[in-house]
């Protein structure tokens, strides 16, 4: 499911500011991501039968690299269209009852913030969990205040097996601790969207896991 050094990108149509949203993806999948999650939130954010289109021709481009297409949060969505994966938050619908509807048919996400819901999230059928935010970030506008490495440091000594993405603010230049803090990947959203050269940001990030950009 996660092979570490793990590059989780992430976005919606809002992150992708004037670029094109599938010229963008393409471009990171060239550079190496190796999960894509489709976060379709905020202010204008596509709904209905353009949402599913638009999650479609996402998921045929992931596809057509072999990379898993992850939705956020839109269970129905994510069912309709087949997706390999489900994310959700501590918000959002108990993984107990998205375990439930998915079974072993997709992936099953869940972020959390502590050992006690990482826990939770595991027993309620959890096979990845995200956490953070690791550092600061502007990309969610509900995030809660960094946390650092500490709490992945201590569900990883909780729960070895279990994959930890961390996420926040994190780019090719502060990865090192989180690395070093156990998890098997980095989930990104502005380090990639804001990037000049994607492909070559995306190496950077998955080069980070070996120290070069440390």
């Given amino acids: 499911m996660f092979t570490r050094p793990a590059v989780y990108f992430i976005f919606g149509t809002a992150n992708t500011g004037q670029k094109d949203p599938f010229q963008l ?4 999948l060239k550079g190496g991501v190796s999960h894509f999650q489709l976060r379709e939130k905020g202010l204008g954010a596509l709904t209905g039968q353009a949402l599913k289109e638009f999650a479609l ?11 898993p297409f992850i939705v956020n949060d839109d269970v129905d969505l994510a ?18 009852a998205v375990k439930a509807r998915i079974g072993d048919k997709m992936i099953l996400g869940v972020s959390v913030h502590s050992l006690e819901e990482a826990e939770r999230a595991i027993s309620d059928g959890a096979d990845y969990l995200g956490m953070g935010p690791v550092y600061g970030t502007k990309s969610k506008s509900d995030a809660k205040d960094p946390s650092g490495v500490a709490k992945i440091i201590l569900v990883k000594a909780g729960f070895p097996k279990t994959p930890v993405i961390a996420i926040g603010g994190i780019t090719a230049s502060n990865a090192g601790p989180v690395w070093k803090a156990g998890a098997e990947g980095i989930a990104v959203i ?16 998955t080069a980070s896991y070996e120290g070069e950009y440390v």
Avoid: F, M, P, W
């Fill in 79 to 96: 069912c309709d269209i087949g997706a390999d994966g489900i994310h959700i938050g501590q918000e959002d619908t108990a993984a107990s």
């Fill in 190 to 205: 502005s380090a990639v969207t804001e990037a000049e050269n994607v492909q070559e940001e995306v190496k950077r990030l």
């Fill in 25 to 28: 993806l393409e471009e990171a």
């Fill in 57 to 67: 021709q996402c998921q045929i481009l992931c596809h057509s690299y072999n990379v």
